[in-house]
Protein backbone atom coordinates (compact mmCIF):
# COMPACT_ATOMS: atom_id res chain seq x y z
CA UNK A 1 0.00 0.00 0.00
CA UNK A 2 1.57 3.34 -0.54
CA UNK A 3 2.22 6.03 1.98
CA UNK A 4 0.74 9.44 1.81
CA UNK A 5 3.23 11.64 0.63
CA UNK A 6 3.27 15.38 0.53
CA UNK A 7 4.99 17.17 -3.09
CA UNK A 8 7.12 19.87 -1.91
CA UNK A 9 6.39 23.32 -3.74
CA UNK A 10 9.24 24.89 -5.58
CA UNK A 11 11.45 27.57 -3.64
CA UNK A 12 10.80 31.13 -3.81
CA UNK A 13 7.36 30.68 -5.96
CA UNK A 14 4.50 32.05 -5.07
CA UNK A 15 2.00 30.77 -7.58
CA UNK A 16 2.54 27.50 -9.56
CA UNK A 17 1.11 26.48 -12.23
CA UNK A 18 -0.59 23.07 -14.01
CA UNK A 19 -2.25 22.26 -17.18
CA UNK A 20 -4.98 20.41 -14.91
CA UNK A 21 -5.54 20.59 -11.29
CA UNK A 22 -8.00 17.55 -9.98
CA UNK A 23 -9.35 17.86 -6.65
CA UNK A 24 -9.73 14.91 -4.46
CA UNK A 25 -7.86 12.02 -3.92
CA UNK A 26 -10.63 9.65 -3.37
CA UNK A 27 -12.05 6.87 -5.59
CA UNK A 28 -12.47 9.43 -8.80
CA UNK A 29 -9.40 11.56 -7.88
CA UNK A 30 -7.20 8.52 -8.35
CA UNK A 31 -8.98 7.23 -11.43
CA UNK A 32 -8.67 10.80 -12.70
CA UNK A 33 -4.73 10.87 -12.08
CA UNK A 34 -4.06 7.56 -13.71
CA UNK A 35 -5.97 8.89 -17.09
CA UNK A 36 -3.92 11.56 -17.03
CA UNK A 37 -0.75 10.02 -16.76
CA UNK A 38 -1.90 6.77 -19.54
CA UNK A 39 -4.51 9.56 -22.10
CA UNK A 40 -2.73 12.88 -21.26
CA UNK A 41 1.13 11.94 -20.63
CA UNK A 42 2.25 15.54 -22.08
CA UNK A 43 0.28 17.49 -19.70
CA UNK A 44 1.20 18.39 -16.61
CA UNK A 45 -1.37 17.92 -13.39
CA UNK A 46 -1.58 18.05 -9.93
CA UNK A 47 -3.88 16.87 -7.17
CA UNK A 48 -5.46 18.69 -4.06
CA UNK A 49 -6.59 16.56 -1.32
CA UNK A 50 -7.60 18.02 2.07
CA UNK A 51 -7.30 15.23 4.25
CA UNK A 52 -3.82 13.62 4.94
CA UNK A 53 -4.17 10.41 2.98
CA UNK A 54 -5.77 9.27 -0.25
CA UNK A 55 -9.21 7.18 0.11
CA UNK A 56 -11.74 9.96 0.50
CA UNK A 57 -14.81 7.89 1.91
CA UNK A 58 -13.05 5.10 3.16
CA UNK A 59 -10.52 7.58 4.67
CA UNK A 60 -13.29 9.39 5.99
CA UNK A 61 -15.11 6.93 7.68
CA UNK A 62 -13.60 4.59 10.37
CA UNK A 63 -17.09 3.11 11.97
CA UNK A 64 -16.69 -0.46 13.01
CA UNK A 65 -17.80 -2.83 9.73
CA UNK A 66 -17.00 0.21 7.32
CA UNK A 67 -17.13 -1.69 3.87
CA UNK A 68 -18.80 -0.84 0.75
CA UNK A 69 -21.99 -1.64 -0.56
CA UNK A 70 -21.95 -2.45 -4.17
CA UNK A 71 -19.20 -5.32 -5.43
CA UNK A 72 -16.03 -4.58 -6.14
CA UNK A 73 -15.61 -5.71 -9.64
CA UNK A 74 -17.68 -2.82 -10.92
CA UNK A 75 -16.56 -0.24 -7.99
CA UNK A 76 -12.73 -1.05 -9.10
CA UNK A 77 -11.53 0.70 -11.63
CA UNK A 78 -11.50 -1.25 -14.98
CA UNK A 79 -7.89 -0.52 -15.32
CA UNK A 80 -7.32 -2.64 -12.04
CA UNK A 81 -8.21 -6.31 -11.62
CA UNK A 82 -9.83 -6.64 -8.27
CA UNK A 83 -9.28 -10.51 -6.57
CA UNK A 84 -10.73 -10.21 -3.40
CA UNK A 85 -14.61 -10.70 -2.23
CA UNK A 86 -17.22 -8.58 -4.02
CA UNK A 87 -17.91 -6.59 -1.06
CA UNK A 88 -14.76 -5.01 0.27
CA UNK A 89 -13.45 -3.51 3.71
CA UNK A 90 -12.52 -0.14 3.86
CA UNK A 91 -9.06 -1.00 4.73
CA UNK A 92 -8.78 -3.64 1.61
CA UNK A 93 -10.15 -0.96 -0.52
CA UNK A 94 -7.82 1.46 0.66
CA UNK A 95 -5.22 -0.74 0.31
CA UNK A 96 -6.37 -1.48 -3.72
CA UNK A 97 -6.31 2.25 -4.10
CA UNK A 98 -2.45 2.30 -2.92
CA UNK A 99 -1.64 -0.20 -5.43
CA UNK A 100 -2.98 2.15 -8.05
CA UNK A 101 -1.08 5.13 -7.17
CA UNK A 102 2.18 3.14 -6.23
CA UNK A 103 1.97 0.98 -9.47
CA UNK A 104 1.68 4.35 -11.62
CA UNK A 105 3.97 6.76 -9.73
CA UNK A 106 0.83 8.63 -8.97
CA UNK A 107 2.05 9.77 -4.91
CA UNK A 108 4.41 12.31 -6.54
CA UNK A 109 1.57 14.56 -8.32
CA UNK A 110 -0.63 14.53 -5.12
CA UNK A 111 -0.85 17.47 -2.43
CA UNK A 112 -2.39 16.45 0.70
CA UNK A 113 -3.77 18.76 3.39
CA UNK A 114 -4.44 20.98 0.83
CA UNK A 115 -8.09 23.04 1.73
CA UNK A 116 -9.17 24.65 -1.25
CA UNK A 117 -10.91 28.14 -0.20
CA UNK A 118 -11.58 29.54 -3.47
CA UNK A 119 -11.56 29.02 -7.38
CA UNK A 120 -11.98 32.03 -9.66
CA UNK A 121 -12.11 31.74 -13.53
CA UNK A 122 -10.35 34.96 -15.48
CA UNK A 123 -11.53 34.86 -19.03
CA UNK A 124 -8.77 37.44 -19.89
CA UNK A 125 -6.49 34.85 -19.11
CA UNK A 126 -8.10 31.89 -19.66
CA UNK A 127 -6.69 30.72 -16.55
CA UNK A 128 -8.16 29.11 -12.94
CA UNK A 129 -6.71 30.60 -9.93
CA UNK A 130 -6.82 28.32 -6.66
CA UNK A 131 -6.27 29.61 -3.36
CA UNK A 132 -5.57 27.07 -0.88
CA UNK A 133 -4.21 26.74 2.99
CA UNK A 134 -1.88 24.10 4.38
CA UNK A 135 -2.80 22.64 6.97
CA UNK A 136 1.05 21.56 8.20
CA UNK A 137 1.80 25.18 8.28
CA UNK A 138 -1.27 27.44 7.47
CA UNK A 139 0.32 28.55 4.33
CA UNK A 140 -1.75 30.18 1.90
CA UNK A 141 -0.76 28.80 -1.92
CA UNK A 142 -2.07 29.63 -4.32
CA UNK A 143 -2.17 27.61 -8.23
CA UNK A 144 -3.47 28.48 -11.44
CA UNK A 145 -4.48 25.77 -13.96
CA UNK A 146 -6.05 25.42 -17.39
CA UNK A 147 -8.78 23.31 -16.62
CA UNK A 148 -10.14 22.10 -12.98
CA UNK A 149 -10.99 18.18 -12.90
CA UNK A 150 -13.53 17.99 -9.65
CA UNK A 151 -13.25 14.69 -8.40
CA UNK A 152 -14.36 15.42 -4.61
CA UNK A 153 -17.48 13.68 -4.45
CA UNK A 154 -21.07 14.79 -3.42
CA UNK A 155 -21.14 15.15 0.45
CA UNK A 156 -19.20 16.79 3.13
CA UNK A 157 -16.55 14.91 4.70
CA UNK A 158 -16.43 17.19 7.89
CA UNK A 159 -19.30 16.55 9.55
CA UNK A 160 -22.85 14.27 8.61
CA UNK A 161 -25.89 14.63 9.03
CA UNK A 162 -27.68 14.66 12.07
CA UNK A 163 -31.44 15.78 12.37
CA UNK A 164 -32.49 18.03 15.33
CA UNK A 165 -34.50 15.87 17.45
CA UNK A 166 -36.34 17.68 20.77
CA UNK A 167 -35.02 17.14 24.26
CA UNK A 168 -31.14 16.14 22.41
CA UNK A 169 -29.68 17.97 25.30
CA UNK A 170 -31.23 16.57 27.66
CA UNK A 171 -30.12 13.07 26.62
CA UNK A 172 -27.41 12.02 29.39
CA UNK A 173 -25.38 9.46 27.37
CA UNK A 174 -23.11 10.09 24.27
CA UNK A 175 -24.49 10.76 20.97
CA UNK A 176 -22.47 9.94 17.58
CA UNK A 177 -22.40 10.31 13.86
CA UNK A 178 -20.52 6.93 12.09
CA UNK A 179 -19.10 9.75 10.35
CA UNK A 180 -16.88 11.07 13.04
CA UNK A 181 -16.62 8.01 14.83
CA UNK A 182 -14.68 8.61 18.15
CA UNK A 183 -11.89 6.18 18.43
CA UNK A 184 -12.14 5.64 21.65
CA UNK A 185 -15.84 5.13 21.62
CA UNK A 186 -16.49 2.22 24.62
CA UNK A 187 -19.93 0.31 23.56
CA UNK A 188 -19.02 -2.69 25.12
CA UNK A 189 -21.80 -4.33 27.49
CA UNK A 190 -23.82 -0.57 26.18
CA UNK A 191 -27.32 -0.49 25.46
CA UNK A 192 -26.89 1.10 22.00
CA UNK A 193 -29.70 2.62 19.58
CA UNK A 194 -28.98 3.12 15.94
CA UNK A 195 -31.03 5.36 13.98
CA UNK A 196 -30.98 5.04 10.37
CA UNK A 197 -32.26 2.30 7.80
CA UNK A 198 -29.41 2.49 5.09
CA UNK A 199 -26.54 0.83 4.55
CA UNK A 200 -24.40 2.10 7.49
CA UNK A 201 -27.20 1.26 9.76
CA UNK A 202 -26.93 -2.32 8.02
CA UNK A 203 -23.27 -2.13 8.60
CA UNK A 204 -22.62 -0.88 11.93
CA UNK A 205 -25.51 -3.32 13.98
CA UNK A 206 -24.10 -6.57 12.91
CA UNK A 207 -20.01 -4.80 13.59
CA UNK A 208 -20.93 -4.11 16.87
CA UNK A 209 -23.95 -6.36 18.17
CA UNK A 210 -21.57 -9.18 19.53
CA UNK A 211 -19.77 -6.94 21.93
CA UNK A 212 -22.96 -4.03 23.14
CA UNK A 213 -25.38 -5.41 26.05
CA UNK A 214 -27.35 -5.03 23.46
CA UNK A 215 -28.07 -3.00 20.18
CA UNK A 216 -31.75 -1.82 18.63
CA UNK A 217 -31.83 -0.28 15.14
CA UNK A 218 -34.46 2.68 15.30
CA UNK A 219 -35.70 3.19 11.65
CA UNK A 220 -38.57 5.32 10.93
CA UNK A 221 -39.77 3.58 7.61
CA UNK A 222 -37.71 -0.02 6.09
CA UNK A 223 -35.10 -0.15 3.16
CA UNK A 224 -34.29 -2.88 0.28
CA UNK A 225 -31.91 -4.83 1.28
CA UNK A 226 -29.97 -8.15 -0.53
CA UNK A 227 -28.84 -10.75 1.38
CA UNK A 228 -26.30 -13.38 -0.47
CA UNK A 229 -22.76 -14.73 -0.08
CA UNK A 230 -20.12 -12.61 -0.40
CA UNK A 231 -18.66 -14.43 -3.53
CA UNK A 232 -18.96 -14.37 -6.76
CA UNK A 233 -19.43 -17.70 -8.29
CA UNK A 234 -18.02 -16.68 -11.95
CA UNK A 235 -15.06 -15.55 -10.27
CA UNK A 236 -14.75 -18.77 -8.70
CA UNK A 237 -14.83 -20.89 -11.68
CA UNK A 238 -12.41 -19.07 -13.76
CA UNK A 239 -10.03 -18.96 -11.38
CA UNK A 240 -10.52 -22.76 -10.97
CA UNK A 241 -9.65 -22.64 -14.66
CA UNK A 242 -6.51 -20.40 -13.90
CA UNK A 243 -7.77 -17.67 -15.87
CA UNK A 244 -5.69 -14.44 -15.86
CA UNK A 245 -6.72 -12.03 -13.37
CA UNK A 246 -7.48 -9.12 -16.21
CA UNK A 247 -10.30 -11.91 -17.78
CA UNK A 248 -11.66 -12.53 -14.50
CA UNK A 249 -11.66 -9.09 -13.57
CA UNK A 250 -13.63 -7.81 -17.29
CA UNK A 251 -15.82 -11.13 -17.58
CA UNK A 252 -16.69 -11.16 -13.90
CA UNK A 253 -17.92 -6.97 -14.19
CA UNK A 254 -19.72 -7.74 -17.50
CA UNK A 255 -21.72 -10.46 -15.91
CA UNK A 256 -22.64 -8.44 -12.78
CA UNK A 257 -23.33 -5.17 -14.97
CA UNK A 258 -25.46 -7.01 -17.45
CA UNK A 259 -27.55 -8.88 -14.24
CA UNK A 260 -27.59 -5.41 -12.98
CA UNK A 261 -29.32 -3.71 -16.39
CA UNK A 262 -31.87 -6.32 -15.91
CA UNK A 263 -32.64 -6.03 -12.24
CA UNK A 264 -33.11 -2.43 -12.65
CA UNK A 265 -34.97 -2.44 -16.09
CA UNK A 266 -37.59 -5.12 -14.25
CA UNK A 267 -37.55 -2.76 -10.99
CA UNK A 268 -39.31 -0.21 -12.97
CA UNK A 269 -41.45 -2.79 -15.35
CA UNK A 270 -42.58 -5.18 -12.62
CA UNK A 271 -42.00 -3.52 -9.28
CA UNK A 272 -44.03 -5.72 -7.62
CA UNK A 273 -42.56 -8.84 -8.87
CA UNK A 274 -39.11 -7.73 -7.53
CA UNK A 275 -39.77 -6.36 -4.42
CA UNK A 276 -41.29 -10.30 -3.19
CA UNK A 277 -38.19 -11.44 -4.61
CA UNK A 278 -35.99 -8.75 -2.97
CA UNK A 279 -38.48 -9.75 0.69
CA UNK A 280 -38.00 -13.19 -0.30
CA UNK A 281 -34.57 -13.04 0.47
CA UNK A 282 -35.06 -11.30 3.98
CA UNK A 283 -37.41 -14.21 4.90
CA UNK A 284 -34.42 -16.70 4.55
CA UNK A 285 -33.23 -15.33 7.53
CA UNK A 286 -36.38 -13.90 9.56
CA UNK A 287 -40.31 -14.49 10.33
CA UNK A 288 -42.89 -13.61 7.82
CA UNK A 289 -44.27 -10.88 10.44
CA UNK A 290 -41.17 -9.24 11.11
CA UNK A 291 -39.98 -8.78 7.39
CA UNK A 292 -43.69 -7.52 6.87
CA UNK A 293 -43.25 -4.79 10.59
CA UNK A 294 -39.81 -4.22 9.46
CA UNK A 295 -38.20 -4.89 6.24
CA UNK A 296 -41.16 -4.53 3.76
CA UNK A 297 -40.78 -0.59 2.34
CA UNK A 298 -43.85 1.36 1.30
CA UNK A 299 -41.49 2.58 -1.86
CA UNK A 300 -41.10 0.63 -5.37
CA UNK A 301 -37.33 -0.93 -5.78
CA UNK A 302 -34.39 1.51 -6.46
CA UNK A 303 -36.33 4.53 -5.35
CA UNK A 304 -33.74 4.34 -3.10
CA UNK A 305 -29.86 3.05 -3.30
CA UNK A 306 -30.25 -0.84 -2.21
CA UNK A 307 -27.68 -2.63 -0.01
CA UNK A 308 -26.12 -5.86 -0.46
CA UNK A 309 -25.59 -7.48 2.80
CA UNK A 310 -23.15 -10.13 3.52
CA UNK A 311 -24.32 -13.47 4.25
CA UNK A 312 -27.71 -11.48 6.28
CA UNK A 313 -25.42 -10.44 8.40
CA UNK A 314 -28.05 -8.25 10.31
CA UNK A 315 -30.63 -10.15 9.84
CA UNK A 316 -28.27 -12.89 11.71
CA UNK A 317 -27.66 -10.48 14.46
CA UNK A 318 -31.39 -10.15 15.08
CA UNK A 319 -32.30 -13.95 15.03
CA UNK A 320 -29.39 -14.08 17.19
CA UNK A 321 -31.12 -11.79 19.70
CA UNK A 322 -27.95 -9.79 19.47
CA UNK A 323 -29.97 -7.12 18.16
CA UNK A 324 -33.31 -5.66 17.68
CA UNK A 325 -35.39 -3.44 14.86
CA UNK A 326 -38.21 -1.01 16.24
CA UNK A 327 -39.59 0.76 13.47
CA UNK A 328 -41.28 3.79 14.91
CA UNK A 329 -41.22 8.09 14.80
CA UNK A 330 -39.07 9.64 17.41
CA UNK A 331 -40.79 11.89 19.51
CA UNK A 332 -37.99 13.47 21.69
CA UNK A 333 -35.24 12.82 23.15
CA UNK A 334 -35.01 11.80 26.99
CA UNK A 335 -32.26 11.68 29.84
CA UNK A 336 -32.30 7.84 29.52
CA UNK A 337 -32.99 7.48 25.97
CA UNK A 338 -36.15 8.28 22.90
CA UNK A 339 -39.10 8.64 23.50
CA UNK A 340 -41.58 7.09 20.55
CA UNK A 341 -44.56 8.72 18.43
CA UNK A 342 -46.18 5.36 19.87
CA UNK A 343 -45.49 6.43 23.37
CA UNK A 344 -42.93 4.03 24.34
CA UNK A 345 -39.25 5.06 25.50
CA UNK A 346 -36.25 3.22 24.42
CA UNK A 347 -33.30 3.15 26.51
CA UNK A 348 -29.60 3.93 25.83
CA UNK A 349 -26.07 4.38 26.80
CA UNK A 350 -25.16 5.52 23.53
CA UNK A 351 -27.31 6.34 20.54
CA UNK A 352 -25.53 6.71 16.98
CA UNK A 353 -27.06 8.98 14.34
CA UNK A 354 -26.72 6.69 11.01
CA UNK A 355 -28.87 9.43 9.35
CA UNK A 356 -26.77 10.17 5.85
CA UNK A 357 -25.05 12.93 4.35
CA UNK A 358 -24.57 16.63 4.03
CA UNK A 359 -24.95 17.38 0.43
CA UNK A 360 -22.56 19.66 -1.13
CA UNK A 361 -21.69 21.14 -4.38
CA UNK A 362 -18.12 21.34 -6.14
CA UNK A 363 -16.46 20.96 -2.57
CA UNK A 364 -18.25 23.68 -1.10
CA UNK A 365 -16.11 26.18 -2.43
CA UNK A 366 -16.25 29.80 -2.93
CA UNK A 367 -16.28 29.42 -6.77
CA UNK A 368 -16.55 32.82 -9.11
CA UNK A 369 -16.14 33.57 -13.17
CA UNK A 370 -14.88 37.09 -13.79
CA UNK A 371 -15.03 38.29 -10.10
CA UNK A 372 -19.13 37.23 -9.89
CA UNK A 373 -19.99 34.68 -7.52
CA UNK A 374 -20.93 31.74 -8.98
CA UNK A 375 -24.49 30.28 -7.91
CA UNK A 376 -24.13 26.63 -9.30
CA UNK A 377 -28.49 26.65 -9.07
CA UNK A 378 -29.02 29.01 -11.60
CA UNK A 379 -26.75 27.09 -14.07
CA UNK A 380 -27.79 24.19 -16.16
CA UNK A 381 -25.84 20.69 -16.15
CA UNK A 382 -24.14 19.26 -19.61
CA UNK A 383 -25.09 15.34 -18.93
CA UNK A 384 -24.47 15.71 -15.13
CA UNK A 385 -20.77 16.75 -15.56
CA UNK A 386 -20.33 20.58 -17.04
CA UNK A 387 -22.25 23.06 -16.23
CA UNK A 388 -23.23 26.43 -18.64
CA UNK A 389 -21.26 29.41 -17.28
CA UNK A 390 -18.05 27.74 -16.23
CA UNK A 391 -15.61 26.83 -18.65
CA UNK A 392 -12.98 24.73 -18.40
CA UNK A 393 -14.68 22.43 -15.44
CA UNK A 394 -15.92 19.02 -15.37
CA UNK A 395 -17.52 16.94 -11.85
CA UNK A 396 -17.41 13.64 -11.51
CA UNK A 397 -20.68 12.67 -10.26
CA UNK A 398 -21.23 8.98 -10.21
CA UNK A 399 -24.31 6.87 -10.42
CA UNK A 400 -26.92 5.90 -7.49
CA UNK A 401 -28.45 2.58 -9.37
CA UNK A 402 -24.94 1.26 -10.83
CA UNK A 403 -20.98 2.07 -9.03
CA UNK A 404 -19.94 5.29 -8.55
CA UNK A 405 -16.37 4.28 -10.20
CA UNK A 406 -17.96 3.49 -13.77
CA UNK A 407 -18.36 7.01 -14.26
CA UNK A 408 -15.67 7.81 -13.03
CA UNK A 409 -13.72 6.15 -15.59
CA UNK A 410 -16.35 7.15 -18.48
CA UNK A 411 -15.38 10.52 -17.15
CA UNK A 412 -11.96 10.19 -17.71
CA UNK A 413 -12.39 9.33 -21.27
CA UNK A 414 -14.25 12.03 -22.19
CA UNK A 415 -11.90 14.76 -20.31
CA UNK A 416 -8.74 13.22 -22.06
CA UNK A 417 -10.71 13.54 -25.41
CA UNK A 418 -11.76 16.74 -24.35
CA UNK A 419 -8.13 18.33 -23.17
CA UNK A 420 -7.27 16.62 -27.11
CA UNK A 421 -9.40 18.54 -29.02
CA UNK A 422 -9.11 21.92 -27.47
CA UNK A 423 -5.60 21.17 -27.99
CA UNK A 424 -6.24 20.27 -31.93
CA UNK A 425 -8.22 23.73 -31.90
CA UNK A 426 -5.76 25.96 -30.24
CA UNK A 427 -8.41 26.83 -28.11
CA UNK A 428 -7.87 27.96 -24.59
CA UNK A 429 -10.87 27.82 -23.51
CA UNK A 430 -14.58 25.63 -23.93
CA UNK A 431 -17.86 25.57 -22.31
CA UNK A 432 -21.01 24.29 -22.38
CA UNK A 433 -24.07 26.28 -23.67
CA UNK A 434 -27.93 26.34 -24.60
CA UNK A 435 -28.51 25.81 -28.31
CA UNK A 436 -30.50 27.56 -29.96
CA UNK A 437 -33.12 24.77 -29.90
CA UNK A 438 -32.78 24.51 -26.11
CA UNK A 439 -33.43 28.17 -25.13
CA UNK A 440 -37.15 27.51 -24.49
CA UNK A 441 -36.90 24.10 -22.89
CA UNK A 442 -38.23 22.99 -19.60
CA UNK A 443 -36.20 23.63 -16.63
CA UNK A 444 -35.97 21.02 -13.77
CA UNK A 445 -34.48 20.08 -10.15
CA UNK A 446 -31.19 18.14 -10.71
CA UNK A 447 -33.14 14.71 -10.40
CA UNK A 448 -36.68 13.19 -10.38
CA UNK A 449 -37.79 12.64 -7.56
CA UNK A 450 -40.17 10.09 -8.65
CA UNK A 451 -36.91 8.09 -9.77
CA UNK A 452 -34.38 8.54 -7.11
CA UNK A 453 -34.69 10.38 -3.68
CA UNK A 454 -32.82 9.45 -1.28
CA UNK A 455 -33.08 11.93 2.43
CA UNK A 456 -29.97 13.85 1.53
CA UNK A 457 -30.54 14.37 -1.84
CA UNK A 458 -33.97 16.16 -1.61
CA UNK A 459 -32.51 18.24 1.45
CA UNK A 460 -29.96 19.49 -1.03
CA UNK A 461 -31.41 19.28 -4.31
CA UNK A 462 -32.02 23.55 -4.18
CA UNK A 463 -28.37 23.75 -4.00
CA UNK A 464 -27.66 21.47 -6.98
CA UNK A 465 -27.48 22.73 -10.91
CA UNK A 466 -30.28 22.69 -13.36
CA UNK A 467 -31.40 19.40 -15.82
CA UNK A 468 -33.60 20.37 -18.70
CA UNK A 469 -35.87 17.73 -20.48
CA UNK A 470 -33.19 16.57 -23.13
CA UNK A 471 -30.36 14.03 -22.44
CA UNK A 472 -27.68 16.23 -23.02
CA UNK A 473 -28.29 18.49 -20.24
CA UNK A 474 -29.44 16.09 -17.48
CA UNK A 475 -27.35 13.38 -15.50
CA UNK A 476 -29.70 10.35 -16.64
CA UNK A 477 -28.43 7.93 -14.08
CA UNK A 478 -28.15 5.96 -16.45
CA UNK A 479 -25.11 3.80 -17.20
CA UNK A 480 -25.80 1.57 -19.41
CA UNK A 481 -26.73 3.87 -22.16
CA UNK A 482 -23.71 6.57 -21.12
CA UNK A 483 -21.45 3.87 -21.70
CA UNK A 484 -21.97 3.83 -25.28
CA UNK A 485 -23.46 7.98 -25.50
CA UNK A 486 -20.66 9.41 -23.71
CA UNK A 487 -17.99 8.18 -25.89
CA UNK A 488 -19.51 9.19 -29.29
CA UNK A 489 -20.18 12.65 -27.87
CA UNK A 490 -19.83 15.06 -30.97
CA UNK A 491 -17.20 17.47 -29.48
CA UNK A 492 -17.63 20.11 -32.03
CA UNK A 493 -21.44 20.00 -31.71
CA UNK A 494 -22.82 23.54 -30.90
CA UNK A 495 -23.54 22.90 -27.40
CA UNK A 496 -19.50 23.42 -26.72
CA UNK A 497 -18.30 27.02 -26.93
CA UNK A 498 -14.32 27.26 -28.08
CA UNK A 499 -12.44 30.02 -27.22
CA UNK A 500 -8.94 31.05 -28.78
Excluded at 167 to 176: A, E, L, N, T
Excluded at 334 to 351: F, H, M, Q, V, W
Aim: some cysteine.
Amino acid sequence: MSTATTLERPAETTTEHFDVLIVGAGISGVGAAWHMVHQCPGKTFAVLESQDSFGGTWLTHKYPGIRSDSDLYTFGYRFKPWVGPPIATAAEILTYMGEVIEDNDLGRHIRYGHEIASASWSSEDNLWTIEARRKDTGETVHITANFLWMCQGYYSHKQGYTPQWPGMDSFKGQIVHPQTWPEDLDYKGKKVIVIGSGATAATLVPAIADDCGHVTLLQRSPTYFIPGRNENELANTLRELDAPEEWVHELVRRKILFDQAAFTRRSMEEPEVVKQELLAGVSMFLPEEAVKQHFTPSYRPWRQRIAFVPDGDIFQSVTKGKASVVTDHIDRFTEKGILLKSGKELEADIIITATGFNLNVLGDIAFAVDGKPVDFSKSVTYRGMMFTGLPNLVWVFGYFRASWTLRADIIGDFVARLLKRMDDKGAKKVEVALRPEDRDMKLQPWMDPENFNPGYLMRGMHLLPQRGDKPEWQHTQDYWAEKDELPKIDLDGPEFVYGK
